[in-house]
């Protein structure tokens, strides 16, 4: 472990203090990862005046190495392919893992340095807790242990110094007026579990039609990339003469940021845990838009922000009398202090 302290005048530089990252390389994880480290970089070289390293690290498992928990796998090592990142000493003093399938090399690298890097694993690594210093899962996931921190939200790589300058960035090619409404559409799309059928997408178009007829509202539409083409195209059409409706036609620059920070409103599509946690990481009101579709785990995550009355859920029109939050919710930053205080009290 790195407890170097900073340096004076004339003395050798500090140690940088070295955090690996460690995912599948799904967009997902890589964010948790790379905003919690980044969160952690930040803290860190404010409070101690300590460089702070940050390499990422992406694996690939072997087929028959993929049904393993990450307790039980044999030579852990020897169970990535090729295309691995190299994963070999010097070992770091912080690994943030996420995902199941990189839970067996977090646990080997413990191992390895005789448990002097601490291990962080977001999510339900899906093997006993005790094996890392720390796992940061999910609230609906409702994973117990004493090395457990709950979040409400996924961890993610927004800062408000991002939000702000892409606010902006993108103010003047929105046109937005003084006194007229904005709403945000954060569309999501086809996975596993959720996707939109023709009366979901029919819903959409009348729920944004009463938003600009209604309400007065300007509308920005962002797709993502499970957006399926047909809803880019429906929804092109149904609002190709309509001046107040701009939506991003996947050319140029992703204005998702910008509509996150300009928004007075936000619509969001159920089926994205991140895009709701990124959602929220704003003040604005986030309103959800179901899709076609169910998933016991995502509904118990609607249900608990529901609750707690962080998100709203639509019926035929959008609410726009509904009032924001205080402050953004930042979930990294809450774990990145916590990891920080027990590295300092470890050290």
Known sequence: MNTTKSTTAGTAPASPLTIWTLTSGAAGMRSQTTGLANALKAIWERDSGEPVNIIEKTISLKPWAV???????????????????????????????????????????????????????????????????????????????????????????????????????????????????????????????HGFNQQRLTDLINLIRLATTKDNARVLITPSGRTEPFVVKALATAFASDPSVWLWNKQGQNPYLGILSNADHLLVTADSVSMISESLFTTQPVHIFPLSGTSRRHGIFLDILTSDNLIHQTGKTIDFSVQGRPSPIDETTRIAHMICHKMANRA
């Open 67 to 193: 049904p393993f928990p990450g307790h039980r796998t044999p030579l852990p090592f020897h169970s990535l392919k090729q295309n691995s990142s190299l994963i070999q000493k010097p070992w770091p003093d912080i690994l943030l893992s996420c995902g199941r399938r990189s839970s067996a090399i977090s646990i080997a690298i413990g191992k390895a340095n005789q448990q002097k890097t601490y291990r962080v694993h977001i999510q339900n690594p899906q093997t006993p807790t005790h094996f890392f210093d720390l796992v940061a899962s999910m609230q609906h996931d409702n994973l117990k242990g004493e090395n457990v921190i709950e979040t409400k939200l996924a961890l993610h790589k927004l800062t408000s110094d991002q939000l702000e300058k892409e606010k902006q960035i993108w103010q003047s090619q929105f046109n937005l007026k003084t006194g007229q409404p904005t709403l945000g559409v954060i569309l999501g799309g086809k996975n596993k579990k």
